[in-house]
């Protein structure tokens, strides 16, 4: 048998064929005939038999072109070769997901619905409509905070013009992917914001995560302190009476939906006419 110069071949696994001839050898010359296969003796024998008719030059070039590999080292070779090549596609892989994760952190995690963090995304019909009235009251170069709304943050980052500030405010550690605009916040910490984005945000969004007074109630504190004037809230429709209370937000006709059906009646509330800018084009 021949053996191919693959250069992927580990010089080991050939010293190892070399160590384990001698082995066998010795193995044999000692009598210790029970720990050699039969097929290894047959080999040895065979190798003999061909040795004796053949002119030593013959031998010589024999030994040199051809290395009797037994069927063990032939398929740990094997084996070797596509570990090796299994590797390679891998690191490919990896070099690549690495590459566009650099051009487009969306790409870095997976952001499935987590209901344990009360999770319903928005559809790409309300992403849009909400979208489309943060460019109009931001403008190109104002400001827009997402308030545990991170689906219209996503939305927002593949519309915006360059100059318009986005920064999400988020319990899931997830989006900080997002790096310098996602902004750790918990509900329960309503005044633990960064004191120099307070009161800077033409458009307010917030969606919270629980239907109760509670939940209500801080947020809006944190709503107050970060807007300078427009706010849109998203939530159940029992909670009308209390978003025009704590917030002076009535609700709209516009109704946002979710990807994944909620069973809840969902509503919009806005500070503003958000209606009559609804039909008018979305982005
Ligand atoms: C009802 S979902 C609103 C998501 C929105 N519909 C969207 O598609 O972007 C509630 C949001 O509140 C976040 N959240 C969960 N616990 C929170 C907490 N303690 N403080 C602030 N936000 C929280 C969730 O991660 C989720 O993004």
């Known amino acids: 048998m021949t053996i191919v110069r693959n250069p992927v071949i580990s010089p080991d696994l050939l010293n190892f064929e070399v ?9 044999y010359q000692e009598g210790n005939g029970a720990k050699i296969t039969s097929t290894s003796k047959e080999e040895i024998d065979q190798s003999e038999d061909v040795k004796e008719k053949r002119s030593p030059a013959a031998e010589d070039q024999d030994e040199e072109d051809d290395v009797q590999l037994s069927a063990f080292t032939m398929s740990a070779l094997q084996e070797f070769v596509s570990e090796q090549l299994e590797r390679e596609q891998r690191r490919q892989q990896a070099e690549q997901l690495a ?34 009235e943060a460019l109009r009251l931001a403008g190109p170069s104002g400001r827009v905070a997402c308030l545990s709304s991170p689906t219209l943050y996503r939305h927002l980052r593949k519309v915006r013009p360059p100059e318009l500030k986005l920064t999400l405010f988020e319990y899931d550690q997830r989006f900080s992917v997002f790096g310098p605009e996602f902004v750790l916040y918990d509900y329960r910490s309503p005044l633990d914001v960064p004191g120099d984005l307070r009161e800077q945000f033409d458009l307010v969004v917030a969606d919270p995560p629980f239907l109760s007074e509670e939940c209500l109630t801080k947020t809006a504190v944190t709503v107050r302190l970060l807007a300078k004037q427009h706010i849109l809230l998203c939530t159940g429709a029992q909670m009308a009476p209390l978003a025009g209370r704590l917030l002076g937000l009535h609700e709209c006709r516009f109704r946002p939906a979710h990807a994944n059906n909620l069973a809840n009646e969902f509503r919009c509330f806005a500070s503003y006419d958000l209606d009559s800018h609804v039909s008018k084009g979305t982005t």
């Open 19 to 27: 160590m384990s001839e001698v082995n066998v050898n010795e193995a």
């Open 99 to 132: 590459q566009d994760a650099a051009k487009d952190p969306d790409q870095l995690a997976d952001f499935e619905e987590d209901w344990q963090l009360s999770q319903f995304w928005y559809d790409d019909a309300t992403c849009r409509v909400l979208a489309s």
